[in-house]
């Protein structure tokens, strides 16, 4: 399976940037990669996805390795709601036939 | 995007019983999948849900323990089988669109076995 690692847990400071890292050493050519974020007692949202180039959106960016085995989710200027827990994934499958696997997960804490 | 919306959003039930999970998008979505999310635990999918046949299940997760149905586009069931402690999680439902990448999930069903 798809799998990929990623730190327990991470802090930021209010206002300042976050880049929470992940391992994905076993993605294959087609696999891409996703993050997704869950706030306490609701369901994973999503936050952003790419294949080989950087991405950039309204929530953060997203850089990815040359070699594709790792990636990191970069959040420009943290705030309080941003505290959640981020979810790397590798999304693995042709279509129709998709897998989307979790790994652990980063929980962030964001002081003020 | 898509709303999905699951009901019940929570439950307590009996060592013993069954409980279905229902799975409503508010429009078309081309997969539909479940996962199970154990008490400060990251989500395990359980088997994706196609529409008119037989779900795939995941190794760990058989059809006898979580039936799935997906008559069409829009909605699923999941059914805890016999339930016992272990069962106690967080169950979620989520779906995609084919040109559409992300994962849309719904709030989940919080189900408690005495």
């Known amino acids: 399976d798809a799998k990929t690692t990623q730190p327990n847990s991470m802090e930021s400071n209010e206002e300042e940037p976050v880049h929470l890292p992940c391992n994905h050493s076993t993605i294959s050519g087609t696999d891409y990669i996703h993050w997704y974020r869950q706030l306490p007692s609701q369901g994973p949202e999503y936050v952003i996805h790419?294949?080989?180039s950087n991405v950039n959106n309204r929530m953060a960016s997203l850089a990815i390795a040359e070699d594709r085995k790792s990636s990191t989710l970069i959040l420009h200027r943290a705030t309080l709601r941003d505290a959640a827990v981020y979810y790397c994934i590798l999304r693995r499958g042709a279509s129709g036939t998709y897998k989307y696997i979790f790994g652990t997960g980063t929980r962030l804490k964001v002081l003020a | 995007s898509a709303v999905i919306s699951q009901k019940p959003s929570r439950d307590i039930c009996q060592r013993g019983t069954s409980l279905t999970i229902q799975c409503q998008v508010d429009s078309q979505v081309t997969m539909m999948f479940w996962y199970r999310q154990q008490p400060g635990q990251s989500l395990t999918l359980i088997a994706t849900a196609n529409q008119g046949s037989e779900a795939t299940y995941e190794s760990g997760f058989v059809i006898d323990k979580f039936p799935i149905s997906r008559p069409n586009l829009t909605f699923s069931t999941l059914t805890v089988s016999n339930m016992s402690p272990e069962d106690s999680s967080i169950y979620l439902c989520s779906g995609n669109r084919g040109t559409n990448e992300k994962l849309f999930f719904g709030s989940g069903t919080q189900l408690s076995v005495l």
């Open positions: 790419g294949l080989t």
